[in-house]
């Protein structure tokens, strides 16, 4: 499928679907790649405005917004008496954020959101198991959600302690080794030290964002374009977010 120069996400077509439980134990293959136009200026919130319907329209707003997050511009939207009481009526989150539990990245500061804006699901890791894919199935089939951002971060703990775990056989306190497992199958082998364990991180969101590509329900969302998924990576010295290909 081909995007026009001004739009952001291009999704392009899927594997053929496989089960669910497969897919968590799947190794890197099949993808919802996405493509992007250069980054646009720092926009104003919009005001009274509708909440973006479409996977271009999110993503804008999540660049937009992490734009006034580094720039110290935030507008902290929707947090007024009124906003608080539409909330009782029901909620109309315009993207779902998957990213990891490090206090470090709270997804409605870091994209500068507020009340109803954003439904957020954090693993260590980003890490998928039936509760998380659950949580982004009732997010994308009952909600509308058009956009899924898989997000990785710098200096990840949990992708730190796949590697160690993977390069010394040492097996992690309990729990924490289902995480390592899960995360083993994104670890970056072409380096070594510090630089294994960033590659490791963004080639897990990209780990991640290919099972979630191939779950068959939001394939078939992905494919009517009526939802995007797309792998992101947020760096904590800069607090930029940026496309992961």
Not at 162 to 172: L, Q
């Amino acid at each position: 499928m081909t995007w026009h120069p001004g739009d952001v996400p291009a999704a392009l077509p899927l594997p053929s679907p496989r089960g669910r439980r497969a897919l968590l134990r799947a190794a890197l293959g099949g993808t919802a790649a996405l493509g992007f136009a250069p980054t646009p200026a720092v926009a104003a919130p919009r005001p009274g405005a509708a909440r973006p319907g479409t996977p271009v329209e999110a993503w804008r707003e999540l660049v937009h917004g992490n734009k006034r997050w580094r720039a110290r511009h935030q507008a902290h939207p929707h947090e007024g008496a009124e906003d608080r009481t539409a909330a009782v009526a029901g909620q109309h989150p315009f993207a779902l954020i998957l990213g990891c539990v490090d206090s470090r990245v709270p997804p409605e500061l870091i994209f500068d959101q507020g009340l109803g804006d954003l439904m957020t699901v954090r693993s260590a890791g980003e890490v998928l198991d039936e509760a998380v894919l659950g949580s982004i199935a009732y997010g994308v089939l009952e909600l509308g959600i058009p956009l899924v951002v898989v997000l990785g971060h710098q200096s990840c703990g949990a992708v730190a302690a796949a590697v160690k775990a993977d390069e010394t056989g040492e097996e992690p306190p309990a729990h924490i080794d289902y995480i390592a497992e899960a995360i083993r199958p994104a670890i970056d082998r072409s380096t070594a030290g510090a630089a294994r364990i960033d590659a490791t991180i963004t080639a897990n969101v990209r780990h991640v964002r290919a099972l979630l590509a191939a779950e068959p329900d939001l394939a078939a969302r992905v494919e009517a374009r009526r939802l995007a998924i797309v792998g992101a990576r947020y760096e904590l010295g800069s607090q930029l977010m940026h496309h992961v290909h």
